[in-house]
Protein backbone atom coordinates (compact mmCIF):
# COMPACT_ATOMS: atom_id res chain seq x y z
CA UNK A 1 0.00 0.00 0.00
CA UNK A 2 1.46 3.31 -0.95
CA UNK A 3 2.06 6.16 1.79
CA UNK A 4 1.02 9.73 1.20
CA UNK A 5 4.39 10.54 -0.39
CA UNK A 6 3.77 8.17 -2.94
CA UNK A 7 0.31 9.75 -3.48
CA UNK A 8 1.43 12.91 -3.19
CA UNK A 9 4.09 12.21 -6.04
CA UNK A 10 0.48 10.45 -8.20
CA UNK A 11 -0.84 13.94 -8.02
CA UNK A 12 2.09 15.93 -8.96
CA UNK A 13 2.47 13.60 -11.93
CA UNK A 14 -1.59 14.08 -12.85
CA UNK A 15 -1.08 17.81 -12.38
CA UNK A 16 1.66 17.93 -15.29
CA UNK A 17 -0.03 15.64 -16.98
CA UNK A 18 -3.17 17.65 -17.34
CA UNK A 19 -0.90 20.91 -17.79
CA UNK A 20 0.33 19.22 -21.39
CA UNK A 21 -2.87 18.16 -22.43
CA UNK A 22 -4.37 21.82 -21.81
CA UNK A 23 -6.55 21.07 -19.06
CA UNK A 24 -5.35 24.18 -16.83
CA UNK A 25 -8.50 23.33 -14.41
CA UNK A 26 -7.52 20.31 -14.20
CA UNK A 27 -4.11 21.10 -13.50
CA UNK A 28 -4.49 23.09 -10.86
CA UNK A 29 -6.83 21.13 -9.04
CA UNK A 30 -4.30 18.25 -8.97
CA UNK A 31 -1.31 20.77 -8.30
CA UNK A 32 -3.85 21.95 -5.07
CA UNK A 33 -4.22 18.15 -4.14
CA UNK A 34 -0.51 17.04 -4.37
CA UNK A 35 0.47 20.12 -2.14
CA UNK A 36 -2.57 19.23 0.31
CA UNK A 37 -1.34 15.61 0.34
CA UNK A 38 2.34 16.35 1.05
CA UNK A 39 1.39 19.13 3.48
CA UNK A 40 0.34 16.31 5.86
CA UNK A 41 3.64 14.67 5.97
CA UNK A 42 5.67 17.93 5.36
CA UNK A 43 7.35 16.64 1.84
CA UNK A 44 8.84 19.85 0.68
CA UNK A 45 10.34 18.68 -2.48
CA UNK A 46 6.50 18.15 -3.53
CA UNK A 47 4.82 20.68 -1.45
CA UNK A 48 7.43 23.35 -3.88
CA UNK A 49 7.11 21.79 -7.17
CA UNK A 50 3.57 21.75 -6.56
CA UNK A 51 3.04 26.09 -5.49
CA UNK A 52 5.34 26.50 -8.23
CA UNK A 53 3.06 24.66 -10.65
CA UNK A 54 0.38 26.37 -9.33
CA UNK A 55 1.90 29.83 -9.52
CA UNK A 56 3.06 29.05 -13.37
CA UNK A 57 -0.95 28.99 -14.23
CA UNK A 58 -1.17 33.05 -12.14
CA UNK A 59 -2.43 35.68 -15.24
CA UNK A 60 -1.04 39.14 -14.53
CA UNK A 61 -3.69 41.52 -13.50
CA UNK A 62 -5.45 39.15 -11.43
CA UNK A 63 -5.74 38.14 -8.06
CA UNK A 64 -3.55 35.68 -6.87
CA UNK A 65 -5.90 33.94 -4.71
CA UNK A 66 -4.41 31.19 -2.60
CA UNK A 67 -1.15 31.31 -4.39
CA UNK A 68 0.93 33.34 -2.15
CA UNK A 69 0.11 31.33 0.94
CA UNK A 70 0.98 27.87 -0.57
CA UNK A 71 4.24 29.22 -2.01
CA UNK A 72 5.25 31.25 1.38
CA UNK A 73 4.68 28.10 3.44
CA UNK A 74 6.80 26.25 0.79
CA UNK A 75 9.26 28.56 1.60
CA UNK A 76 9.26 28.82 4.72
CA UNK A 77 10.14 25.02 5.18
CA UNK A 78 12.84 25.22 2.24
CA UNK A 79 16.16 26.01 2.18
CA UNK A 80 18.97 26.76 -0.62
CA UNK A 81 17.99 26.34 -4.51
CA UNK A 82 14.50 25.75 -3.54
CA UNK A 83 14.28 28.67 -1.12
CA UNK A 84 15.31 31.17 -3.57
CA UNK A 85 12.94 30.12 -6.53
CA UNK A 86 10.14 30.42 -4.15
CA UNK A 87 11.05 33.69 -3.32
CA UNK A 88 11.05 34.65 -6.87
CA UNK A 89 7.97 33.41 -7.27
CA UNK A 90 6.59 34.69 -4.63
CA UNK A 91 7.41 37.79 -5.98
CA UNK A 92 6.13 37.12 -8.99
CA UNK A 93 2.08 36.24 -7.46
CA UNK A 94 2.26 39.75 -5.63
CA UNK A 95 3.32 41.69 -8.77
CA UNK A 96 0.96 39.91 -10.95
CA UNK A 97 -1.93 40.63 -8.13
CA UNK A 98 -0.94 44.63 -8.07
CA UNK A 99 0.85 44.20 -4.49
CA UNK A 100 4.53 44.94 -6.02
CA UNK A 101 5.68 46.26 -2.69
CA UNK A 102 5.12 42.72 -0.48
CA UNK A 103 7.63 41.37 -3.02
CA UNK A 104 10.41 43.44 -2.46
CA UNK A 105 11.97 41.52 0.29
CA UNK A 106 11.52 38.40 -1.58
CA UNK A 107 13.03 39.41 -4.33
CA UNK A 108 16.22 40.22 -2.67
CA UNK A 109 16.36 37.29 -0.78
CA UNK A 110 16.09 35.46 -4.28
CA UNK A 111 19.12 36.86 -5.70
CA UNK A 112 21.24 36.78 -2.66
CA UNK A 113 20.40 32.97 -2.72
CA UNK A 114 21.14 32.00 -6.05
CA UNK A 115 24.53 33.89 -5.85
CA UNK A 116 25.28 31.11 -3.25
CA UNK A 117 24.10 28.74 -5.20
CA UNK A 118 26.52 29.66 -7.91
CA UNK A 119 23.60 28.77 -10.44
CA UNK A 120 23.36 30.80 -13.66
CA UNK A 121 19.57 29.77 -14.59
CA UNK A 122 18.48 30.49 -10.92
CA UNK A 123 20.05 33.94 -10.61
CA UNK A 124 18.33 34.99 -14.11
CA UNK A 125 15.33 34.08 -12.42
CA UNK A 126 15.90 35.59 -9.39
CA UNK A 127 17.28 38.98 -11.48
CA UNK A 128 13.58 38.47 -13.36
CA UNK A 129 11.75 38.92 -9.95
CA UNK A 130 13.95 41.85 -8.95
CA UNK A 131 13.32 43.49 -12.08
CA UNK A 132 9.11 43.57 -11.46
CA UNK A 133 9.85 45.27 -7.95
CA UNK A 134 11.98 47.97 -10.11
CA UNK A 135 9.51 49.21 -12.48
CA UNK A 136 8.55 52.70 -11.49
CA UNK A 137 8.90 55.75 -12.96
CA UNK A 138 12.26 56.69 -11.07
CA UNK A 139 13.76 53.01 -11.29
CA UNK A 140 15.35 53.60 -14.93
CA UNK A 141 18.81 53.81 -14.27
CA UNK A 142 18.15 50.55 -11.54
CA UNK A 143 16.36 48.92 -14.47
CA UNK A 144 19.13 49.02 -17.13
CA UNK A 145 21.74 47.88 -14.46
CA UNK A 146 19.64 45.04 -13.66
CA UNK A 147 18.93 43.80 -17.22
CA UNK A 148 22.81 44.71 -18.04
CA UNK A 149 23.66 41.75 -15.43
CA UNK A 150 20.74 39.44 -16.69
CA UNK A 151 22.08 40.20 -20.19
CA UNK A 152 25.69 38.84 -18.85
CA UNK A 153 24.33 35.91 -16.40
CA UNK A 154 22.39 34.32 -19.78
CA UNK A 155 24.85 34.59 -21.97
CA UNK A 156 26.93 31.40 -21.59
CA UNK A 157 22.71 29.77 -19.97
CA UNK A 158 21.26 26.88 -22.02
CA UNK A 159 18.02 26.99 -20.63
CA UNK A 160 15.44 28.29 -23.24
CA UNK A 161 12.98 30.31 -20.12
CA UNK A 162 16.11 32.03 -18.60
CA UNK A 163 17.21 33.29 -21.92
CA UNK A 164 13.67 33.99 -23.19
CA UNK A 165 13.09 36.27 -20.23
CA UNK A 166 16.52 37.98 -20.53
CA UNK A 167 15.38 39.32 -24.09
CA UNK A 168 11.88 40.11 -23.05
CA UNK A 169 13.00 42.25 -20.17
CA UNK A 170 16.02 44.05 -22.71
CA UNK A 171 13.58 45.23 -24.88
CA UNK A 172 10.52 46.43 -22.75
CA UNK A 173 13.35 48.74 -21.73
CA UNK A 174 14.76 49.55 -25.30
CA UNK A 175 11.09 50.50 -26.06
CA UNK A 176 10.67 52.84 -22.79
CA UNK A 177 13.66 54.32 -23.79
CA UNK A 178 13.28 54.34 -27.65
CA UNK A 179 16.16 52.32 -28.87
CA UNK A 180 15.28 51.17 -31.74
CA UNK A 181 18.36 49.28 -32.87
CA UNK A 182 17.81 47.07 -29.36
CA UNK A 183 14.51 46.81 -30.50
CA UNK A 184 15.37 45.16 -33.38
CA UNK A 185 18.02 42.78 -31.48
CA UNK A 186 16.34 41.70 -28.92
CA UNK A 187 13.37 40.42 -31.71
CA UNK A 188 15.76 38.57 -33.79
CA UNK A 189 16.96 36.88 -30.50
CA UNK A 190 13.26 35.44 -30.12
CA UNK A 191 12.72 34.59 -33.28
CA UNK A 192 16.08 32.67 -33.16
CA UNK A 193 15.15 31.48 -29.55
CA UNK A 194 12.00 30.24 -30.89
CA UNK A 195 13.08 28.39 -33.70
CA UNK A 196 16.23 26.64 -32.35
CA UNK A 197 14.25 25.61 -29.16
CA UNK A 198 10.79 24.22 -30.62
CA UNK A 199 8.80 25.85 -27.81
CA UNK A 200 5.27 26.77 -28.21
CA UNK A 201 5.71 29.16 -25.29
CA UNK A 202 8.74 30.86 -26.56
CA UNK A 203 7.03 31.27 -29.72
CA UNK A 204 3.49 32.79 -28.33
CA UNK A 205 6.06 35.46 -26.84
CA UNK A 206 8.27 35.98 -29.98
CA UNK A 207 5.30 36.40 -32.21
CA UNK A 208 3.46 39.01 -29.72
CA UNK A 209 6.07 41.18 -29.56
CA UNK A 210 6.95 41.12 -33.75
CA UNK A 211 3.14 42.37 -33.97
CA UNK A 212 3.68 44.99 -31.66
CA UNK A 213 6.77 46.28 -33.95
CA UNK A 214 4.42 45.60 -36.94
CA UNK A 215 2.24 48.18 -35.29
CA UNK A 216 4.82 50.69 -34.59
CA UNK A 217 5.85 50.75 -37.70
CA UNK A 218 2.56 50.94 -39.20
CA UNK A 219 2.21 47.61 -40.91
CA UNK A 220 -1.39 45.95 -39.85
CA UNK A 221 -1.40 43.23 -41.97
CA UNK A 222 1.88 42.02 -40.18
CA UNK A 223 0.59 43.07 -37.23
CA UNK A 224 -2.47 40.62 -37.37
CA UNK A 225 -0.90 37.89 -39.19
CA UNK A 226 1.71 37.83 -36.02
CA UNK A 227 -1.16 38.39 -33.72
CA UNK A 228 -3.14 35.05 -34.88
CA UNK A 229 0.46 33.21 -34.54
CA UNK A 230 1.03 34.41 -31.03
CA UNK A 231 -2.76 33.55 -30.12
CA UNK A 232 -2.31 29.76 -31.70
CA UNK A 233 1.55 29.01 -29.60
CA UNK A 234 -0.10 30.25 -26.78
CA UNK A 235 -3.22 28.36 -26.94
CA UNK A 236 -0.72 25.24 -27.68
CA UNK A 237 1.63 26.53 -24.85
CA UNK A 238 -1.20 26.91 -22.50
CA UNK A 239 0.24 30.30 -21.74
CA UNK A 240 -2.37 31.80 -19.62
CA UNK A 241 -1.95 35.42 -20.53
CA UNK A 242 -2.64 34.57 -23.96
CA UNK A 243 -6.22 36.34 -24.24
CA UNK A 244 -5.07 39.34 -22.70
CA UNK A 245 -2.22 40.02 -25.09
CA UNK A 246 -4.41 38.75 -27.82
CA UNK A 247 -7.42 41.61 -26.87
CA UNK A 248 -4.10 44.34 -26.35
CA UNK A 249 -2.40 44.24 -29.88
CA UNK A 250 -6.32 43.96 -31.12
CA UNK A 251 -7.17 47.10 -29.55
CA UNK A 252 -4.05 48.34 -30.91
CA UNK A 253 -4.51 47.43 -34.43
CA UNK A 254 -8.62 48.40 -33.99
CA UNK A 255 -7.49 52.20 -32.80
CA UNK A 256 -4.58 52.51 -35.83
CA UNK A 257 -7.32 51.21 -38.27
CA UNK A 258 -10.21 53.25 -37.21
CA UNK A 259 -12.43 50.45 -36.80
CA UNK A 260 -14.51 51.54 -34.37
CA UNK A 261 -16.85 48.38 -33.85
CA UNK A 262 -13.72 46.83 -32.66
CA UNK A 263 -12.88 49.28 -30.41
CA UNK A 264 -15.87 49.16 -29.13
CA UNK A 265 -15.80 45.45 -28.62
CA UNK A 266 -12.43 45.74 -26.88
CA UNK A 267 -13.46 48.43 -24.87
CA UNK A 268 -16.21 46.60 -23.37
CA UNK A 269 -13.91 43.41 -23.05
CA UNK A 270 -11.30 45.81 -21.07
CA UNK A 271 -13.81 47.64 -18.70
CA UNK A 272 -15.30 44.32 -17.68
CA UNK A 273 -12.08 42.47 -17.24
CA UNK A 274 -10.34 45.71 -15.68
CA UNK A 275 -13.24 46.93 -13.32
CA UNK A 276 -13.98 43.01 -11.83
CA UNK A 277 -10.70 42.57 -11.24
CA UNK A 278 -9.35 45.87 -10.22
CA UNK A 279 -7.12 45.94 -12.56
CA UNK A 280 -6.28 49.67 -13.15
CA UNK A 281 -3.97 49.85 -15.82
CA UNK A 282 -6.83 47.54 -18.24
CA UNK A 283 -9.52 50.02 -16.60
CA UNK A 284 -8.18 53.32 -17.93
CA UNK A 285 -7.12 51.85 -21.34
CA UNK A 286 -10.50 50.70 -21.54
CA UNK A 287 -11.70 54.71 -21.26
CA UNK A 288 -8.88 55.46 -23.55
CA UNK A 289 -10.75 52.82 -26.27
CA UNK A 290 -14.26 54.62 -25.55
CA UNK A 291 -12.68 58.00 -26.21
CA UNK A 292 -11.17 56.79 -29.89
CA UNK A 293 -14.91 54.98 -30.48
CA UNK A 294 -16.60 58.01 -29.76
CA UNK A 295 -18.10 57.54 -26.64
CA UNK A 296 -17.05 60.21 -24.51
CA UNK A 297 -19.92 59.54 -21.86
CA UNK A 298 -18.84 56.06 -21.41
CA UNK A 299 -14.99 56.94 -21.34
CA UNK A 300 -15.81 60.06 -18.95
CA UNK A 301 -18.20 57.69 -16.50
CA UNK A 302 -15.29 54.77 -16.38
CA UNK A 303 -12.62 57.34 -15.88
CA UNK A 304 -14.50 59.00 -12.79
CA UNK A 305 -15.37 55.43 -11.44
CA UNK A 306 -11.42 54.37 -11.43
CA UNK A 307 -9.55 57.57 -10.99
CA UNK A 308 -12.21 60.36 -9.94
CA UNK A 309 -10.33 60.48 -6.69
CA UNK A 310 -6.94 61.78 -8.50
CA UNK A 311 -3.97 60.32 -10.00
CA UNK A 312 -1.70 61.40 -6.96
CA UNK A 313 -2.95 57.95 -5.22
CA UNK A 314 -1.81 55.69 -8.50
CA UNK A 315 0.66 52.96 -7.73
CA UNK A 316 3.66 54.26 -8.70
CA UNK A 317 4.98 50.65 -10.32
CA UNK A 318 5.22 49.12 -13.53
CA UNK A 319 2.03 50.84 -14.70
CA UNK A 320 2.53 54.06 -13.51
CA UNK A 321 3.25 55.87 -16.43
CA UNK A 322 0.96 54.22 -18.74
CA UNK A 323 -1.98 54.76 -16.05
CA UNK A 324 -1.47 58.27 -15.85
CA UNK A 325 -0.60 59.09 -19.66
CA UNK A 326 -4.00 56.97 -20.57
CA UNK A 327 -5.84 58.82 -18.01
CA UNK A 328 -4.60 61.95 -18.81
CA UNK A 329 -5.44 61.43 -22.33
CA UNK A 330 -8.97 60.27 -21.08
CA UNK A 331 -9.44 63.27 -19.18
CA UNK A 332 -8.54 66.14 -21.59
CA UNK A 333 -10.82 64.69 -24.20
CA UNK A 334 -14.05 64.06 -22.49
CA UNK A 335 -13.60 67.89 -20.94
CA UNK A 336 -12.30 66.62 -17.41
CA UNK A 337 -9.44 69.71 -16.95
CA UNK A 338 -8.53 69.29 -13.23
CA UNK A 339 -7.84 65.48 -14.03
CA UNK A 340 -5.79 66.42 -16.73
CA UNK A 341 -3.61 69.58 -15.44
CA UNK A 342 -2.88 66.79 -11.94
CA UNK A 343 -1.93 64.59 -15.12
CA UNK A 344 0.15 67.03 -17.17
CA UNK A 345 2.58 67.78 -13.94
CA UNK A 346 3.01 64.60 -13.20
CA UNK A 347 4.16 63.58 -16.36
CA UNK A 348 6.09 66.66 -17.27
CA UNK A 349 9.28 65.19 -15.81
CA UNK A 350 9.42 61.84 -17.71
CA UNK A 351 8.70 63.30 -21.28
CA UNK A 352 10.97 61.68 -23.71
CA UNK A 353 10.04 58.20 -23.03
CA UNK A 354 8.01 55.38 -24.84
CA UNK A 355 5.27 53.62 -23.19
CA UNK A 356 5.80 50.08 -23.06
CA UNK A 357 2.12 47.95 -22.37
CA UNK A 358 2.15 44.17 -20.96
CA UNK A 359 5.56 43.63 -21.00
CA UNK A 360 6.23 45.59 -24.58
CA UNK A 361 3.43 43.04 -25.81
CA UNK A 362 2.57 46.46 -27.23
CA UNK A 363 3.41 50.38 -27.59
CA UNK A 364 1.23 53.23 -26.38
CA UNK A 365 3.39 55.77 -27.36
CA UNK A 366 5.88 58.33 -26.31
CA UNK A 367 4.88 60.73 -23.08
CA UNK A 368 5.41 64.07 -24.83
CA UNK A 369 2.08 62.93 -27.13
CA UNK A 370 0.32 62.92 -23.67
CA UNK A 371 1.47 66.39 -22.89
CA UNK A 372 0.75 67.58 -25.81
CA UNK A 373 -2.98 66.68 -25.64
CA UNK A 374 -3.28 67.76 -21.91
CA UNK A 375 -1.99 70.88 -23.04
CA UNK A 376 -4.40 71.41 -25.41
CA UNK A 377 -7.51 70.98 -23.70
CA UNK A 378 -5.99 73.21 -21.12
CA UNK A 379 -5.36 76.25 -23.47
CA UNK A 380 -1.52 76.02 -23.66
CA UNK A 381 -1.27 76.45 -27.05
CA UNK A 382 2.15 76.90 -27.28
CA UNK A 383 3.21 74.17 -24.58
CA UNK A 384 0.38 71.67 -26.75
CA UNK A 385 2.63 72.96 -29.96
CA UNK A 386 6.04 72.17 -28.39
CA UNK A 387 5.25 68.87 -27.09
CA UNK A 388 3.52 67.58 -30.05
CA UNK A 389 6.54 68.69 -32.22
CA UNK A 390 9.10 66.57 -29.96
CA UNK A 391 6.30 63.62 -29.64
CA UNK A 392 6.62 63.55 -33.73
CA UNK A 393 10.59 63.80 -33.31
CA UNK A 394 10.72 60.84 -30.99
CA UNK A 395 8.27 58.82 -32.75
CA UNK A 396 10.39 59.68 -36.06
CA UNK A 397 13.68 58.22 -34.57
CA UNK A 398 12.06 55.28 -32.77
CA UNK A 399 10.12 54.92 -36.76
CA UNK A 400 6.09 54.65 -35.07
CA UNK A 401 4.75 56.18 -38.35
CA UNK A 402 1.14 56.67 -36.73
CA UNK A 403 2.18 58.43 -34.16
CA UNK A 404 4.38 60.63 -36.20
CA UNK A 405 1.84 61.53 -38.43
CA UNK A 406 -0.45 62.21 -35.61
CA UNK A 407 1.76 65.00 -34.33
CA UNK A 408 3.85 65.88 -37.64
CA UNK A 409 1.65 68.96 -37.85
CA UNK A 410 2.89 70.09 -34.32
CA UNK A 411 -0.80 70.40 -32.74
CA UNK A 412 -2.32 68.07 -31.84
CA UNK A 413 -6.57 67.14 -32.62
CA UNK A 414 -8.95 67.08 -29.44
CA UNK A 415 -12.46 66.65 -29.25
CA UNK A 416 -14.15 70.09 -28.23
CA UNK A 417 -13.60 69.91 -24.26
CA UNK A 418 -16.98 70.35 -22.50
CA UNK A 419 -17.14 71.87 -19.34
CA UNK A 420 -16.66 69.33 -15.86
CA UNK A 421 -19.83 69.81 -13.75
CA UNK A 422 -19.69 70.09 -10.35
CA UNK A 423 -22.07 69.98 -7.46
CA UNK A 424 -22.60 72.21 -4.19
CA UNK A 425 -26.23 72.15 -3.57
CA UNK A 426 -29.19 71.47 -0.42
CA UNK A 427 -31.25 68.75 -0.87
CA UNK A 428 -33.36 69.25 2.01
CA UNK A 429 -33.86 68.67 5.81
CA UNK A 430 -29.91 69.62 6.22
CA UNK A 431 -28.80 67.44 3.92
CA UNK A 432 -26.68 68.36 0.87
CA UNK A 433 -25.15 66.95 -2.19
CA UNK A 434 -21.87 67.32 -3.36
CA UNK A 435 -19.77 65.49 -6.28
CA UNK A 436 -19.61 65.32 -9.90
CA UNK A 437 -21.25 64.57 -13.08
CA UNK A 438 -24.48 62.83 -11.77
CA UNK A 439 -22.05 61.07 -8.97
CA UNK A 440 -22.91 62.93 -5.37
CA UNK A 441 -22.25 61.88 -1.91
CA UNK A 442 -24.94 63.07 0.70
CA UNK A 443 -23.43 64.68 3.67
CA UNK A 444 -24.92 66.54 6.69
CA UNK A 445 -24.77 70.58 6.13
CA UNK A 446 -21.90 72.88 7.38
CA UNK A 447 -21.90 76.47 7.30
CA UNK A 448 -19.28 76.56 4.92
CA UNK A 449 -21.46 74.96 2.58
CA UNK A 450 -23.53 78.14 2.35
CA UNK A 451 -20.91 80.79 2.22
CA UNK A 452 -19.51 78.21 -0.66
CA UNK A 453 -22.72 78.43 -2.49
CA UNK A 454 -22.80 81.86 -2.44
CA UNK A 455 -19.72 82.34 -3.65
CA UNK A 456 -19.91 79.72 -5.84
CA UNK A 457 -22.98 81.38 -8.06
CA UNK A 458 -20.94 85.09 -8.07
CA UNK A 459 -17.70 84.06 -9.78
CA UNK A 460 -15.26 87.15 -9.33
CA UNK A 461 -17.14 89.39 -7.17
CA UNK A 462 -15.86 90.00 -4.42
CA UNK A 463 -17.90 90.05 -1.04
CA UNK A 464 -16.76 91.34 2.26
CA UNK A 465 -16.85 88.62 5.26
CA UNK A 466 -19.62 90.63 7.43
CA UNK A 467 -21.88 90.90 4.15
CA UNK A 468 -21.07 86.55 3.40
CA UNK A 469 -21.95 86.06 7.23
CA UNK A 470 -25.38 88.42 7.33
CA UNK A 471 -26.47 87.07 3.62
CA UNK A 472 -26.03 83.33 4.33
CA UNK A 473 -27.75 84.48 8.02
CA UNK A 474 -30.92 85.71 6.15
CA UNK A 475 -30.64 89.42 6.45
CA UNK A 476 -28.13 90.23 4.06
CA UNK A 477 -27.13 94.26 3.73
CA UNK A 478 -28.07 94.80 7.83
CA UNK A 479 -24.58 94.47 9.23
CA UNK A 480 -23.23 96.64 11.17
CA UNK A 481 -20.05 97.19 12.38
CA UNK A 482 -19.29 97.62 16.33
CA UNK A 483 -17.12 100.03 18.01
CA UNK A 484 -13.68 98.56 17.90
CA UNK A 485 -11.67 98.08 21.19
CA UNK A 486 -8.53 98.60 20.32
CA UNK A 487 -6.00 97.01 17.92
CA UNK A 488 -5.05 93.49 17.64
CA UNK A 489 -1.50 94.30 17.97
CA UNK A 490 0.33 97.20 18.36
CA UNK A 491 2.25 98.62 15.47
CA UNK A 492 5.97 98.23 17.52
CA UNK A 493 5.10 94.64 17.25
CA UNK A 494 3.61 94.39 14.02
CA UNK A 495 7.29 95.70 12.98
CA UNK A 496 9.33 93.62 14.65
CA UNK A 497 6.93 90.32 13.34
CA UNK A 498 7.51 91.77 9.91
CA UNK A 499 11.57 92.07 10.89
CA UNK A 500 12.05 88.56 12.42
CA UNK A 501 10.46 87.68 8.94
CA UNK A 502 12.76 88.51 6.95
CA UNK A 503 15.67 87.44 8.78
CA UNK A 504 13.25 83.57 8.98
CA UNK A 505 13.54 84.10 5.03
CA UNK A 506 17.68 84.00 4.98
CA UNK A 507 17.84 81.27 7.39
CA UNK A 508 15.68 79.45 5.99
CA UNK A 509 17.83 80.02 2.43
CA UNK A 510 20.97 78.84 3.99
CA UNK A 511 19.27 75.80 5.90
CA UNK A 512 17.75 74.85 2.33
CA UNK A 513 20.92 74.90 0.97
CA UNK A 514 22.95 72.76 3.40
CA UNK A 515 20.08 70.56 3.24
CA UNK A 516 19.38 70.89 7.27
CA UNK A 517 15.89 69.29 7.14
CA UNK A 518 15.60 69.78 10.88
CA UNK A 519 16.21 73.30 10.93
CA UNK A 520 14.03 73.57 7.79
CA UNK A 521 11.06 72.29 9.48
CA UNK A 522 11.95 74.28 12.49
CA UNK A 523 12.42 77.58 10.77
CA UNK A 524 9.06 77.24 8.65
CA UNK A 525 6.86 76.26 11.49
CA UNK A 526 8.09 79.48 12.81
CA UNK A 527 7.81 81.60 10.07
CA UNK A 528 4.01 80.02 9.34
CA UNK A 529 3.19 81.07 13.17
CA UNK A 530 4.71 84.55 12.04
CA UNK A 531 2.24 84.92 9.04
CA UNK A 532 -0.82 83.51 10.83
CA UNK A 533 -0.85 86.55 13.43
CA UNK A 534 0.29 89.23 11.08
CA UNK A 535 -2.82 88.05 9.08
CA UNK A 536 -4.68 87.74 12.03
CA UNK A 537 -3.86 91.38 12.73
CA UNK A 538 -4.18 93.05 9.30
CA UNK A 539 -6.44 93.67 6.70
CA UNK A 540 -5.97 94.57 2.91
CA UNK A 541 -3.26 97.13 2.33
CA UNK A 542 -1.59 96.15 5.41
CA UNK A 543 -4.08 98.07 7.71
CA UNK A 544 -4.14 96.59 11.54
CA UNK A 545 -7.79 94.83 12.91
CA UNK A 546 -9.83 96.46 15.44
CA UNK A 547 -9.79 93.92 18.26
CA UNK A 548 -13.33 92.98 19.03
CA UNK A 549 -15.04 94.23 15.82
CA UNK A 550 -17.92 92.50 13.90
CA UNK A 551 -15.69 92.76 10.60
CA UNK A 552 -12.96 90.89 12.44
CA UNK A 553 -15.69 87.87 13.88
CA UNK A 554 -17.44 87.58 10.93
CA UNK A 555 -13.85 87.63 9.26
CA UNK A 556 -12.73 84.74 11.12
CA UNK A 557 -16.03 82.82 11.17
CA UNK A 558 -16.25 82.79 7.56
CA UNK A 559 -12.31 81.28 7.16
CA UNK A 560 -12.81 78.86 9.98
CA UNK A 561 -16.40 77.37 8.28
CA UNK A 562 -15.31 77.61 4.66
CA UNK A 563 -11.62 75.53 5.47
CA UNK A 564 -13.97 73.42 7.01
CA UNK A 565 -16.75 73.11 4.08
CA UNK A 566 -13.33 72.50 1.74
CA UNK A 567 -11.57 69.76 3.94
CA UNK A 568 -15.39 67.94 3.88
CA UNK A 569 -15.54 68.16 0.60
CA UNK A 570 -11.77 66.71 0.14
CA UNK A 571 -12.66 63.88 1.52
CA UNK A 572 -16.06 63.26 -0.93
CA UNK A 573 -13.58 64.22 -3.91
CA UNK A 574 -10.25 65.15 -3.27
CA UNK A 575 -9.70 67.04 -7.15
CA UNK A 576 -12.79 69.28 -6.25
CA UNK A 577 -11.16 70.02 -2.63
CA UNK A 578 -7.84 71.19 -4.49
CA UNK A 579 -10.27 73.31 -6.92
CA UNK A 580 -12.35 75.04 -4.13
CA UNK A 581 -8.72 75.48 -2.03
CA UNK A 582 -7.07 77.13 -5.42
CA UNK A 583 -9.51 79.22 -6.43
CA UNK A 584 -11.66 80.43 -2.91
CA UNK A 585 -9.89 83.15 -1.15
CA UNK A 586 -11.32 84.58 2.20
CA UNK A 587 -10.63 87.27 4.34
CA UNK A 588 -12.10 90.45 4.90
CA UNK A 589 -13.47 90.30 1.45
CA UNK A 590 -14.10 86.66 0.03
CA UNK A 591 -13.84 85.69 -3.62
CA UNK A 592 -14.37 82.75 -5.64
CA UNK A 593 -11.59 83.43 -8.90
CA UNK A 594 -12.57 79.94 -11.22
CA UNK A 595 -9.26 78.61 -13.30
CA UNK A 596 -9.78 79.04 -16.52
CA UNK A 597 -7.97 75.85 -17.22
CA UNK A 598 -10.30 74.44 -15.51
CA UNK A 599 -13.78 74.44 -16.49
CA UNK A 600 -16.17 73.35 -14.11
CA UNK A 601 -20.00 74.03 -13.82
CA UNK A 602 -21.14 74.43 -10.77
CA UNK A 603 -24.47 73.32 -9.78
CA UNK A 604 -25.87 75.21 -6.57
CA UNK A 605 -29.43 75.37 -7.12
CA UNK A 606 -32.00 73.22 -4.87
CA UNK A 607 -32.77 70.05 -6.43
Known amino acids: MSGPPDVALDWLRQAKAARVSGDLDGARAAFTKAYDVARQTREVEVMSEAALGLAADHSFGTHPGRVPAYLFEAYSYADGMARARLAAALVRAWVYGGSPDRGVEFAAEAVAGAEVAGDPALLAEALDAQLLVHWGPDDLAERLRITARLEDTVAHVADVEARMTAHLWRLTTAVEGLDLPTVRRQLRALDRLAEESGSARVRFFAEARQSMQATVIGDLDAARTHRDAAVRAGTEAGEPD???????????????????????TEAALAEEFGTSEGY???????????????ALDQARSLLLQVVGGGLAAVRRDVDWVLIVARATETAARTGQLDLAAEGYALLEPYAGRGIPNAGAAAFDGVVDGFLSEAAAALGRHTEATRWAR???????RFGATWWVRRFSSGTVATSPAR?????LRPGGDGVWHIGRDGVTVAVREMKGFHYLRVL???????????????????HPGRGVADA???????????????????ELDTELAEAQEWA???????????????????????????????RGAATERARVAVRKAVAAAIDRVTVIDPILGRVLRDSVQTGSVCRYDPDPTRRLTWLTDHE
Open 280 to 294: LAVAVEAAAMWVAAG
Open 390 to 396: SAASLAQ
Open 484 to 502: GTGEVIDRQALAAYRLRLA
Open 419 to 423: PGTAV
Open 456 to 474: LRQPGVGISALDLSDWVAG
Open 242 to 264: TFAINHALAAVIARQSGDTDALT
Open 516 to 546: DDGRVARLRGERDALLDEIAAATGLGGRLRE
